[in-house]
């Protein structure tokens, strides 16, 4: 797959034939590419900490902890009950690691930066809360009463304002089924901790967060000053950061500026919560909150399959569609259908039972490219809510396997001698990437084309990539042309990933690829003048499931001036 065909992500690099120049010292090289204010953030940041490690400004935070929680918890997202019964043995599963007993509980020795942040996160009392019961709630304050008692006092990494801001709003989410309310010592340790570290959020934001991370603090603190007692102070500066940060990430045809479904749809999430904390306080809505939310929503709605799944499109797993459909359904009547994103950068070709989705965008700036795959002109393809054309997912925990798939190699596009067509830096982000990415849309008759390119190789090869394809009335035919324009001499890969319930073999004389859909639906692709070939591919299911899959691969010469490659996707038996 990345970079070739691999499975096995530790034998995965740059090969020979990668003209890119190399980076020196990407870290200081990349971080001074930043905005200059996400830049002085991250340098207040590491300037405060001695501050925020001081016993003075541990006083400052208040003592405040007499009153009740100001309102019942709006309607909770669903968490995983397998997970809530391993927590009732005392074993702690995330981020693909477990630990039995964990001591201290949010850092034990040896665990990794993903493992620490669920926890310290409280996103395990949705995984509680979906098992039930008193057991249930009773760990769960247990837990609580011990990260308290461990983390009374700032801490860099448990008090890092992402993780403090996710850490408030699952427990606010979550307070009325811990009772919190009817247990009087109980709530008074908690409200004492939650409102230092409400009034920290305030004080420290936006501490080096950016893009959806800033937002999602924001709604957390604005979360704190609508259910927390005396929390007037919050919501004000919650209100005052909202709108001009919303104003500054939701594009104009409703897109996330990070250009992630996964990132829209938590985002979307996060949006949800305070409307609805806003609806239980009787209290008018922040102007810009339902119209976001309509946007958002009908822009994920346009990013899904039939049956509910994501595109698989920068840093964007397999989720549980259950959990999709009920995002849609709380966030309201007003979805609109979509066709295309052309600021955000998306297309979405949907006729009889094919649905085509490709990513026809540029990559977001430095600063907010930390979810940014190398995936630009690629496309999924599903038919009668059965995907079969995709990209190879990505994997919510595992660094290793994300730097995998974030590969041009794990799309389903073209590309230019094992190259990607961006630069993925190891430590996230990525450098050397498309500039201009074009995308031109035509309907006629029911028919739609697409013209896209990018110009992504055009620094290492002097080649720009153009893609056109063709998508008939019916939904039978699907065609593509991809041309690279530039000098030649080197070589180029064209590659169809498959769903793993996707079936496919090739033609003795290699000409076509037959490929069996689940259901029954069969279809035959061709490429003119070139051989087809199967090669292995992984695919990223849900829970961070590595499947194996297949790909269809063809394999040419790049010629002078002009390379031509077209194919064409074919449903057979018949018109059903």
């Not at 290793?400 to 094992?418: K, M, Y």
């Not at 019916?474 to 593509?480: K, L, T």
């Not at 090669?535 to 002078?560: K, L, M």
Request: hydrophobic share 40%.
């Amino acid at each position: 797959m990345a970079e070739g065909s691999g499975i096995d992500p530790k034998k995965t690099g740059q090969r020979r034939g990668n003209q890119r120049p190399k980076l020196v010292a990407p870290r200081l090289q990349t971080f001074f590419s930043l905005p200059g204010n996400l830049i002085w953030q991250r340098c207040k940041r590491r300037l405060m900490q001695p501050v925020y490690e001081s016993s003075l400004y541990h006083m400052t935070l208040g003592k405040r902890s007499a009153g009740d929680l100001q309102l019942p918890s709006p309607e909770p997202w669903p968490g995983d009950a397998q997970a809530g019964l391993l927590l009732l043995s005392d074993e702690f599963r995330f981020a693909g690691e477990v630990v039995r007993a964990p001591k201290p509980l949010g850092n034990p020795m040896g665990m990794s930066e993903g493992w620490r942040e669920i926890v310290n996160s409280f996103a395990w009392l949705n995984d509680l809360r979906a098992v039930g019961g008193p057991s249930a709630r009773s760990l769960g304050k247990a837990l609580i009463m011990r990260w308290l008692d461990e983390n009374e006092r700032y801490d860099a990494f448990a008090w890092r304002a992402d993780i403090l801001a996710a850490r408030i709003r699952n427990i606010l989410l979550n307070h009325s089924y811990l009772e919190v309310n009817s247990d009087a010592l109980f709530r008074s340790q908690l409200l004492l901790s939650l409102s230092r570290q409400a009034e920290h959020l305030s004080r420290a934001l936006p501490d080096g967060l950016a893009g959806a991370a800033h937002v999602k603090a924001i709604i957390s603190l604005m979360l704190a000053g609508l259910i927390l007692p005396r929390g007037e102070k919050w919501l004000m500066k919650g209100q005052a950061l909202l709108g001009p940060t919303l104003a500054a990430q939701i594009l104009a045809d409703g897109g996330h500026v990070e250009r992630s479904p996964q990132v829209m749809l938590e985002l979307l999430q996060h949006l949800i919560d305070l409307r609805d904390t806003f609806a239980l306080a009787g209290t008018k809505l922040p102007d810009g909150l339902s119209m976001a939310i309509n946007n958002l929503g009908s822009v994920l709605l346009m990013l899904s399959h039939g049956d509910a799944m994501l595109a698989g499109f920068n840093d964007t797993p397999e989720l549980d569609p259950l959990h999709v459909v009920q995002l849609f359904q709380r966030a309201g009547d007003k979805l609109r259908p979509l066709n295309q994103l052309p600021l955000t950068g998306f297309q979405r070709l949907d006729r009889g039972k094919t649905v085509v989705i490709m990513d026809c965008g540029a990559p977001p700036r430095h600063g907010l490219d930390a979810h940014a795959h190398a995936g630009t002109l690629s496309f999924e393809l599903s038919f009668d809510d059965e995907r079969m054309f995709v990209n190879c997912g990505a994997h919510p925990w595992s660094k290793e396997w994300g730097q995998v798939q974030r590969t041009t190699a794990a799309h389903s596009t073209l590309v230019v001698d094992n190259t990607n067509s961006a630069m993925l830096l190891p430590h996230g982000g990525m450098a050397l990437r498309p500039q201009v990415v074009t995308c031109r849309r035509e309907e006629t008759d029911g028919q739609i084309w697409l013209d896209t390119s990018h110009d992504g190789y055009e620094e290492g090869f002097g080649l720009v990539h153009r893609r056109k394809l063709y998508l008939s009335l019916d939904g039978h035919d699907f065609m593509g042309e991809e041309h690279l324009v530039g000098p030649g001499g080197n070589a180029y890969a064209l590659r169809f990933h498959l769903h793993p319930q996707v079936s496919v073999s090739v033609t003795q004389n290699g000409q076509a690829a037959l490929i069996k859909m689940p259901k029954g639906s069969g279809w035959r692709l061709r490429v003119d003048g070139a051989e087809l070939a199967l090669a292995e591919s992984v695919h990223i299911g849900q829970n961070g499931q590595v499947r194996r899959s297949q790909q269809i691969v063809v394999i040419g010469t790049i010629e002078r001036d002009q390379t031509e490659i077209r194919w064409l996707l074919q449903r057979e038996g018949g018109k059903k």
